[in-house]
T-cell receptor, first 114, second 113 residues
Framework: GDSVTQMEGPVTLSEEAFLTINCTYT??????LFWYVQYPGEGLQLLLK?????DKGSNKGFEATYRKETTSFHLEKGSVQVSDSAVYFC?????????????FGEGTQLTVNP | DVKVTQSSRYLVKRTGEKVFLECVQD?????MFWYRQDPGLGLRLIYF???????EKGDIPEGYSVSREKKERFSLILESASTNQTSMYLC????????????FGDGTRLSIL
């Protein structure tokens, strides 16, 4: 079946540091890929998405590129802020296998210190 | 913007009670989902629905049921609440198609005493 593997957390960075959160996936079809962010005490918010190979999703300074050859969708940001402290989830949707269901990674806790 | 509204942010109930969690979306989405989120266990799908009056079991349906009488509303029911159902419950909705993201509500933190 489909699966998503994220780098283990927690991740702690200083403000203005470069962020990478690794995400790799396995899927039987041609999935769409998503990154969600969850701030403390809130639900998940869609951060960015990519629907086909080599697509780059971007939002609020975050970027991720759909790499089919390495089955990866790593999240990056050039300069993190304290306000980026949250849990980040990588997810995929594999329409042919599981319809509109999402398969989530375990989440990566990010803490940014001033 | 899509708005998914969960009826309560915090809820405290007693063991054995019947508990209703309500979710409403305003984007005419066909699909609606209920998850629970627990530390160390990530997000787990309880039930989902692709249309009015339709429901499908997710990965952990035991102890729960759902109702979808109208397209915009999806209710999660704990038939007889137990302490191991203390959790954060998240509702989501999406349009049809594999590239459609799910949009989440703010969650309901449910405590069963």
């Amino acid at each position: 079946g489909d699966s998503v593997t994220q780098m283990e957390g927690p991740v702690t960075l200083s403000e203005e540091a470069f962020l990478t959160i690794n995400c790799t996936y396995t899927a039987t079809g041609y999935p769409s890929l998503f990154w969600y962010v969850q701030y403390p005490g809130e639900g998940l918010q869609l951060l960015l998405k990519a629907t086909k190979a080599d697509d780059k999703g971007s939002n609020k300074g975050f970027e991720a590129t759909y790499r089919k050859e390495t089955t990866s969708f790593h999240l990056e940001k050039g300069s993190v802020q304290v306000s980026d402290s949250a849990v980040y989830f990588c997810a995929l949707s594999d329409w042919g296998t599981s319809g509109s269901r999402l398969t989530f990674g375990e989440g990566t806790q990010l803490t940014v210190n001033p | 913007d899509v708005k998914v509204t969960q009826s309560s942010r915090y809820l405290v109930k007693r063991t054995g009670e019947k508990v209703f969690l309500e979710c409403v979306q305003d984007m005419d989405h066909e699909n609606m989902f209920w998850y629970r989120q627990d530390p160390g266990l990530g997000l787990r799908l309880i039930y989902f629905s692709y249309d009015v009056k339709m429901k499908e079991k997710g990965d952990i349906p035991e102890g729960y049921s759902v109702s979808r009488e109208k397209k915009e509303r999806f209710s999660l029911i704990l038939e007889s609440a137990s302490t191991n159902q203390t959790s954060m419950y998240l509702c989501a909705s999406s349009g049809t198609g594999g590239n459609q993201p799910q949009h989440f509500g703010d969650g309901t933190r449910l405590s069963i005493l």
